[in-house]
């Protein structure tokens, strides 16, 4: 299957990962040849590597991409999309945003070039800790992947 797109980047907190963030790496991966994920190491975030490893975890269980996927830790999206080789023509290059970042979107199509997918919001991170707190374990499964449900629910309990 021949893919639309070089290379696909996407930039989040992801403090408790969740089945819209799944979505979006799917997508990323299903669209180009290669995807990498920024993780924010800005204040107010979870520890980078326990993030990274819960990402890693879940993407080994449930979409086996291998080294088409890379994981970085990185301070601000900029920080990531600067670092795209300058052999890779701007026109090869999606980067992907949940809908609550549509500026940082817009912001990149003007500055970079790059092409943006808005993907929908599925769920928050929000509403994956209140079902945690309220021990809503129903609703958290239909949220949080099972492959890592164990995981996000230490990551909120260890942090609360």
Request: glycine share 6%.
């Amino acid at each position: 299957m021949t893919k639309r797109f070089k290379l696909a980047l996407t930039f989040g907190r992801f403090n408790l990962l969740h089945k819209g963030h799944i979505d979006l790496f799917k997508q990323m991966a299903d669209s180009a040849e290669e995807f990498c994920i920024g993780v924010s190491t800005g204040p107010n975030n979870l520890t980078y590597r326990h993030r990274a490893d819960v990402i890693q975890k879940a993407l080994n269980a449930d979409y086996p991409y291998g080294s088409s996927m890379g994981l970085f830790p990185k301070r601000q999206p900029f920080d990531l999309l600067r670092e795209v080789p300058s052999s890779i023509d701007p026109n090869e290059v999606v980067f992907y945003v949940g809908e609550d970042q549509y500026k940082l979107a817009k912001a990149v199509e003007r500055s970079l070039g790059f092409s943006t997918r808005i993907i929908p919001r599925l769920t928050s991170s929000t509403l994956v800790r209140q079902a945690i707190d309220n021990e809503e374990w129903d609703l958290l499964t239909g949220m949080i992947p099972g492959s890592i449900i164990n995981d996000v629910i230490q990551l909120h309990l260890t942090n609360a």
